[in-house]
């Protein structure tokens, strides 16, 4: 059973850089065919695709968000993070982590970490 | 990037009726890429179809789904008290994948 857990700051300032990280037990961040994602939802609203990293590296971005993100991954430590630059007060959201399996879509969820952005 | 609007935005209804959720996008969802979710307060979505009309995994056949192209529908043919929640669409057959606003199902 594939479980996800988000870590990282639940305060961030104004214009600071967010830093959340992922870490992955029950598989492997390397093994083929998982597109592994980050998802915001602003408090009270819908939901958000940031972007993924895939098995192989590769990331992809939403357009919306491209110039301000950063995903990586640490494959020694099955963690893969989110990088998110210039915060603003519209940034506060709660942030998962979560495991896409393509056409089967997103099954796995972590629980979710609420970051602030204020000062 | 494909809209989804969703509808209603809320649904009153009581235990053992039926529901009927409505997902429309503003393009072809390309393969049927069309999932639903489920959001209870404090919990992340959960994964209820996939590709339209495809239950996973635990999923109880009470719920179903149908749907292609641009018009999609979740049915919860009897409502149970644990069915009360939030329910999303999502798109993922083109890039970025995208969410409707969902729908809130609610005791009447």
């Known amino acids: 059973q594939v479980q996800l857990q988000e870590s990282g700051p639940g305060l961030v300032k104004p214009s600071q850089t967010l830093s959340l990280t992922c870490t992955v037990s029950g598989g492997s961040i390397s093994s083929g065919g998982y597109y592994w994602s980050w998802i915001r939802q602003h408090p009270g609203k819908g939901l958000e695709w940031i972007g993924y990293i895939y098995y192989d590296g590769s990331t992809y971005y939403n357009p919306s968000l491209e110039s301000r993100v950063t995903i990586s991954r640490d494959t020694s430590k099955n963690q893969f993070s989110l990088k998110l630059s210039s915060v603003t007060a519209a940034d506060t959201a709660m942030y998962y982590c979560?495991?896409?399996?393509?056409?089967?879509?997103?099954?796995?969820w972590g629980q979710g970490t609420l970051v602030t952005v204020s000062s | 990037e494909i809209v989804l609007t969703q509808s209603p935005g809320t649904l009153s209804l009581s235990p053992g009726e039926r529901a009927t959720l409505s997902c429309r996008a503003s393009q072809l969802v390309s393969v049927n890429f069309l999932a639903w979710y489920q959001q209870k307060p404090g919990q992340a979505p959960r994964l209820l179809i996939y590709r339209a009309s495809s239950r996973a995994t635990g999923i109880p056949d009470r719920f179903s789904g149908s749907g292609s192209g641009t018009d999609f529908t979740l049915t919860i043919s009897r409502l149970e008290p644990e069915d009360f929640a939030v329910y999303y669409c999502q798109q993922y057959g083109s890039s970025p994948l995208t969410f409707g606003g969902g729908t809130r199902v609610e005791i009447k």
């Open positions: 979560a495991r896409d399996q393509g056409a089967y879509t997103i099954e796995y």
